[in-house]
């Protein structure tokens, strides 16, 4: 499977923020959700891929081209909805927008342009600066996708924006993805979203990485067992994150393993149950 992004070793100083040094690699073909918590550094990382921020140090790749070397090509096969790239621009209706994108991609799709424009029920004619906060996203987001690209790296895409919108953005994603060439990296804080679309979860926590995973994998590895009385064995063990005693029950990130060693040891399983994504990520922020 080829890299739709590899990084190495990167470093991205601000002041009083240092996203890295940190590596990663998404294959092609997958939709990775970048969590944490606010300035944990996810739209940095995303402006460092899209090259709209220079990093210090590392090296970043997309779809096998150094974003160095190969800027222009490199841009042209991404899709970036993330606040600020139309900043410049915002006295331009949405129409006079799109023109001026249009111009810088080869593979612009006009007709496509305007389906997306019709399904989100955007007022064309309406400048940009104008547009509420939810509308900017969708346009932002009809933008990204209507030059056909490999790779989309989307910034919070969904947020500020109408149900029925957010809905139908999913179902665009999702088709989207149907072409196994494709790509997703997108910052989000919505669970729907990670668990409707994303394949792997990456953790942001002050600039670094905490940890990555594969969705469904972790989901069924992280559960809430309630046991009939609590064996010794488990107080100092690393799969165990917590435990209480009354009733007793412990959590755990390695349910089958678990389970197959309390059932060895005649202890007897009320009850299992998975935890939602939410809590295995704050269990995981908490290390
Ligand atoms: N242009 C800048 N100059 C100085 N510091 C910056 C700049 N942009 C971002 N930062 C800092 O970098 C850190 C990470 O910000 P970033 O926007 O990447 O976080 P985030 O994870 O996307 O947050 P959120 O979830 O709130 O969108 C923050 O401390 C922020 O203040």
Not at 50 to 65: F, I, R
Not at 86 to 97: E, I, K
Not at 255 to 274: D, F, G, R, T
Request: proline share 2%.
């Amino acid at each position: 499977m080829k890299s739709a992004v590899e990084i190495q070793s990167l470093v991205k100083t601000y002041n009083n923020f240092k996203l890295g040094p940190l590596d990663l690699t998404v294959e092609e073909g997958m939709v990775v959700a970048l969590l944490g918590s606010n300035g944990s550094g996810k739209s940095t990382l995303l402006q460092t891929i899209m090259k709209l921020k220079n990093h210090d140090y590392g090296n970043v790749k997309v779809l096998g081209m150094d974003i160095n070397e190969h800027e222009v090509q490199v841009k042209e096969r991404i899709g970036y909805a993330g606040g600020g790239l139309y900043g410049a621009f915002n006295q331009l209706t949405v129409d006079g927008l799109a023109e001026l994108v249009g111009h810088w991609y080869t593979n612009w799709d006009q007709a496509y342009y305007e389906r997306l424009i019709n399904r989100y029920d955007i007022n064309r004619k309406e400048k940009f600066a104008h547009c509420s906060m939810g509308t900017k996203k969708k346009v932002e987001f009809i933008l990204a996708m209507a030059h056909h690209p490999k790779l989309l790296l989307l910034d919070e895409p969904t947020a500020n924006v109408d149900m029925i919108s957010q809905q139908r953005m999913r179902e665009d994603l999702s088709l989207f993805m149907a072409d196994d060439q494709h790509t997703i990296v997108m910052a989000t804080h919505l669970q729907e979203e990670v668990k409707q679309l994303c394949d792997y979860i990456c953790l942001l926590d002050n600039g670094q990485i905490k940890d990555m995973f594969e969705k469904d994998e972790v989901q069924y590895r992280w559960a809430r067992i309630w046991l009939s009385h609590f064996p010794d064995l488990l107080k100092d063990d690393g799969r165990v994150w917590q435990i209480e005693e009354s009733p007793v029950q412990i959590v755990t990130n390695q349910l089958s393993e678990l389970e197959k060693e309390l059932q060895q040891q005649q202890i007897e399983i009320i009850h299992v149950k998975h935890l939602d994504l939410h809590e295995i990520m704050e269990y995981i922020l908490q290390l």
